[in-house]
């Protein structure tokens, strides 16, 4: 399977933006899917997790409350809405599919996309 996100760019504190990663090659709908960020100088982190079903959900803390994945099957699509952005979500953002393990784990994730940079200006 590839994934390609999309949707990254320069946004004002506050403001919002959609990223968008598509699957090809493969059906993503049976897999759990997430959303993880490096930014500069520091360590790729999770943020966001959604089931293949999508009735399973997580968050780091940081995110919640202003960021919402969601997922789109017959798209073979997940997004990551991020809104009230804060010069601290300022990163590269890829998507993930889930293999085994936990969800938060970098270590669980089998394929990753390229990742979109999305930078917050304040």
């Known amino acids: 399977v590839q994934l390609q996100a999309s949707g990254g760019g320069l946004v004002q504190v506050g403001g919002s933006l959609r990223l968008s990663c598509a699957a090809s090659g493969r059906a993503i709908s049976n897999y759990n899917m997430a959303w993880f960020r490096q930014a500069p100088d520091k360590e790729r982190e999770f943020v966001a997790f959604?089931?293949?079903?999508?009735?399973?959900?997580g968050y780091t803390d940081s995110v919640k409350g202003r960021f919402t994945i969601s997922r789109d099957n017959a798209k073979n699509t997940v997004y990551l809405q991020m809104n009230s952005l804060k010069p601290e979500d300022t990163a590269v953002y890829y998507c993930a599919q889930h293999l085994r393990g936990s969800y938060d784990s970098q270590e669980a994730y089998d394929y990753w996309g390229q990742g979109t940079l999305v930078t917050v200006s304040s």
């Open positions: 959604i089931s293949w079903n999508g009735l399973s959900i």
